[in-house]
């Protein structure tokens, strides 16, 4: 008896014991897993732990071959809570603190455009504006350009007048001379043909560089016609203009037929000569600072010349004699060789004994070629060629 009662023993207890415990242990696991994924808000950390779980899930079906129906129906509870768990929905994920406090540019275009939006007439009116005004700008620009090259031609015309031939027109026409360079019968008719030519280029293009150069040029030629007022009046309205100001080389141009302008008149008028002739002596001076080679130089020449008219020989041959040993010290050959003769020619007016007895010249212009005369100031040229001109004394 006692041996028939062990066998039934052994088969109660072998078959609910390790259910019981089984069940038990997967009622746990699955409690612990769904309180994890509640604590835990990410979609990434609650696949990993239900694919964790599946595969113990796995595991353990392997190693259980028949585990009854209550086994198999806690592991089917469980496969429903994981993918209960996998079905949650997906929680918001918080957005950086750099989104949430919006750009106050982006803030700006966005009410910028809802403005569009509810000012679209405005908004195509601007842009219709805009495009006019494109348009109208290169118009502008064509045209100025247009009036620019007008204005230069013009302007080269009056300078081509100015710098004509004299001699017979209807001459070199019967002989086929094809020298494009103006020809006039006298002086006279070449001054007035470029003067009406300069005031032409004034009047038609008035402000523009074009029209301030021939101002100028209206005042050389005014000079030479021996009209000091006419060509004081010419030379301080081009004195006063942007281009003056801006150009150096036109500025020193102005200053030294100022000067030149104020001579002329204190020869012509004795009353107020002194008074010319100190503003004369003014101009020459402002061009000592001039930045244009030339200028600076011939200014001390100028400058004894206006000392010896005002009486003041001593002072006059002091200026010429330092301004001698300046440009004897000098190895620029472009004026100074020039100017070194103007210099010795006027001290052998006022101190003869200071300096060498003249030297034979070649021809006129002192035996220099045309190329090198061309290249001179307009004033220094004609002193060369005339004895004087330009006003000079």
Known sequence: MPDEEKPEEETKKEPEEP??????????????????????????????????????LAARRAKQRGGGKKKRGLEAAASKRLAKIGEKARPKRAIPDAVEAADPLIERTQALADWAKKNRNIVQGAIVAAVLAAIGGGIWYWHDLKRSSEASTALAQAVADERGRIGDPDKEEDEGIHDTTPIFKTPEERQNAALTKYRDVESKFKGTGAAWLARLGEGAILLDKGDADG??????????????????????RVEENLGFAYELRAQKNPAQAKSDLEKALEQYKQLESSDVFGFAQMAPYHEARVYALEGDKPKAIETLKKLRDDLMKSMDARLLGVERELVDDRLRELDPASVPPKRAQIGAGGGLSPEVLEKLPPELRAQLLHGGGGGMP
Do not use: Y
Request: cysteine-free; proline content about 0%; hydrophobic content about 35%.
């Open 19 to 56: 259910k019981d415990e089984a069940s038990s242990e997967k009622g746990t696991e699955i409690d612990e897993i769904a309180k994890r994924a509640d604590a835990l808000g990410g979609d990434d950390e609650l696949e990993r732990i239900a694919r964790e779980e599946e595969e113990k």
């Open 231 to 252: 060509a004081i009046a010419a030379f301080q309205e081009v004195a006063d203009s942007s281009l003056a100001k801006a150009d150096a080389e036109v500025r020193g």
